[in-house]
């Protein structure tokens, strides 16, 4: 049956939580791979998207990792990044907080100057090319060591003019916020931004560790947060924003369905949620999909989603622009629901 829903495809949003090397499209990959000389171990992109049933967070980032193989040169991160900005933009995107993996790419071989060089190519163009402002915010893999951690951060340095804020993310069980502490210190004193995935697979705890140690301004997932009303009250008093990804917590099995997702209960307590795709060519959708998913799955009304898109730009690191946040926010409370 066909949606009764219009898309909100046009509705003007921003997009806080999206790791760069998980909009890798197949084709891209391929492409990539060729231009490169790296063979992948898939017949072609059919049997690529036959590998995209995951079974929990490390099943896909086994994939994930295993994909960027194919990303060596200035060239491949621009090409990655504009075909992001390209699709986000047609989705409604006007405003893109970027994720990008460096130890990933330095445990390769491919130095940091190749990879933020790279995506600043392409971020430093998005707005003329695709009508979108950008941040870039480096992560931090939670399943390597601080040390590495700190010398990565070390490693940006050159680059610090060119990166908004710093982001922990990969494997999270295991890996409590605590163990980066000197590494956020480190950052903080550099006047970097700070945000961290918590409460995706692990417990609510990590959230709140993450505030109270790493001193993050936003929780990436946060979705289990529900479990403890004491933590859901202190999130809402302290307006700190979830970026929350429905169509990953599916594909990652983190709730059963989409008519599970506790978006509805967690806007009902009054939290500042938003909504993200994380990895959008492995979890079946970008920004402006997983609206539309939400939506559908879960009725929300149209008052919901204009607050779930002006959440996005309040939560946005643009308070070196206010008079963007602005006016982005005047377009959200413009938009007509048709
Ligand atoms: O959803 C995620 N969680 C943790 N690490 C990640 N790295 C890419 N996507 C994710
Ligand atoms: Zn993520």
Redesign the pocket.
């Known amino acids: 049956m066909k949606s009764p829903y219009h898309s909100l495809m046009p509705l003007p949003k921003a997009e806080l939580h999206l790791?760069i090397e998980?909009t890798l499209e197949p084709e891209l990959a391929f492409e990539l791979a060729a231009r490169n000389g790296v063979v992948l171990p898939h017949a072609d992109t059919d049997a690529l998207r036959e590998a995209y049933r995951f079974a929990d967070?490390q099943s896909f980032?086994n994939l994930?990792y295993e994909l960027m193989a194919v990303l060596r040169t200035e060239r491949d991160f621009a090409d990655l990044a504009d075909a992001y900005l390209a699709r986000a933009a047609a989705q409604g995107v006007r405003h893109a907080e970027i994720f990008f993996d460096p130890q990933a790419h330095l445990a390769r071989g491919v130095a940091m100057g190749t990879v933020v060089e790279g995506l600043w190519a392409a971020l430093g163009r998005a707005e003329e090319r695709h009508g979108v402002s950008t941040r870039l915010i480096m992560c931090f893999l939670r399943d390597e060591s601080a040390a590495s951690a700190m010398e990565t951060l070390a490693a940006a340095g050159p680059y610090l003019d060119r990166i908004t804020g710093v982001g922990l993310?990969?494997a999270?069980v295991g890996h409590p916020p605590v163990k980066f502490r000197e590494v956020y210190e480190a950052a903080a004193a550099l006047g970097l931004r700070r945000v961290a995935?918590a409460g995706?697979e692990g417990p609510p705890e990590y959230i709140t560790e993450a505030l109270d140690v790493l001193g993050v301004e936003r929780i990436d997932h946060g979705l289990r947060c529900a479990e403890d009303p004491a933590l859901v009250e202190r999130l809402v008093r302290e307006r700190v924003p979830l970026t929350l990804c429905p169509l990953?917590n599916v594909r990652l099995r983190t709730v059963d369905t989409l008519a599970d997702h506790p978006l509805p209960a967690l806007l009902d307590a009054g939290l500042m949620c938003t909504v993200n795709s994380?990895?959008p060519a492995y979890f079946g959708g970008y920004a402006g999909d997983n609206f539309d998913a939400v939506r559908e799955a879960l009725g929300l009304d149209r008052e919901k989603l204009r607050q779930l898109a002006r959440n996005s730009f309040l939560a946005a690191f643009l308070e070196d622009d206010e008079e963007r946040r602005t006016r982005y926010l005047a377009e959200v409370e413009a938009y007509a629901f048709v």
């Open positions: 790791h998980g967070l980032l994930y993310d990969s999270e995935h995706e990953s994380d990895d």
